[in-house]
């Protein structure tokens, strides 16, 4: 039986932040993916990516967004926020909004937005959905992060495999999330370098 999205946080939460590098390599020969960009030798920072039109401040604390459309795909999102030498940034924004299982946004209240601060391990994460496509775009997450006194990184998160990604100018395979297929939905991961 494959694990669940819990087990898979569960494990993911009780890593200890020093081996991220080995992680990153143990993953990269687990996957075909192309790798995220990456801290450390090559001091990469993640791409940023616009806003669009739908982003809105002041979008609510919390992790659970599952409630918001209880009608889509489950997926658990988590990673870490590093800098470029690969050490985790305590306390960090991070802040996420994207379209529901019907490609609509939310641009009156909050369904599907928060934010959270990543814990002393600069581990980041929240339960959602699988957004659906909508016209002119492939399927993705709007994330906005900011290490203490840091810039703002304003991105997007992209899933592997899906047709739109060649067609959608936004795309990139260094935003490709790296997902597992649990029993009950989806885990995704991405570390961000900023």
Not at 84 to 104: F, Q
Not at 157 to 162: G, I, V
């Amino acid at each position: 039986m494959p694990p669940t999205r819990r087990s898979l946080l569960t494990a993911f939460l009780a890593i200890p932040a020093l081996p991220i590098v080995n992680l990153r390599q143990a993953a990269a020969q687990r996957r075909p993916l192309p790798p995220t960009p990456a801290c450390g030798s090559n001091r990469d920072l993640t791409l940023a990516r616009t806003a669009g039109p739908f982003y809105k401040p002041d979008a609510p604390l919390r992790h659970e967004l599952f409630a918001d459309s209880p009608d889509g795909e489950r997926i658990t999102l988590a990673g870490y926020v590093l800098d470029a030498d690969c050490r985790p940034l305590a306390n960090s924004l991070v802040e996420i909004w994207h379209a529901d299982d019907t490609g609509a946004y939310d641009t009156r209240g909050f369904r599907l937005r928060a934010h959270q601060f990543t814990d002393a391990n600069g581990r980041w994460w929240f339960a959602t959905i699988v957004p659906a496509r909508y016209t002119g775009r492939t399927r993705h997450y709007h994330l906005r992060v900011q290490r203490r006194g840091g810039g703002l990184l304003t991105t997007q998160l992209f899933f592997p495999s899906e047709p739109a990604n060649a067609r959608d100018g936004l795309y990139s395979d260094a935003l490709l999330l790296d997902i597992r297929n649990t029993a009950d939905g989806k885990f995704g991961r991405f570390d961000f370098v900023v």
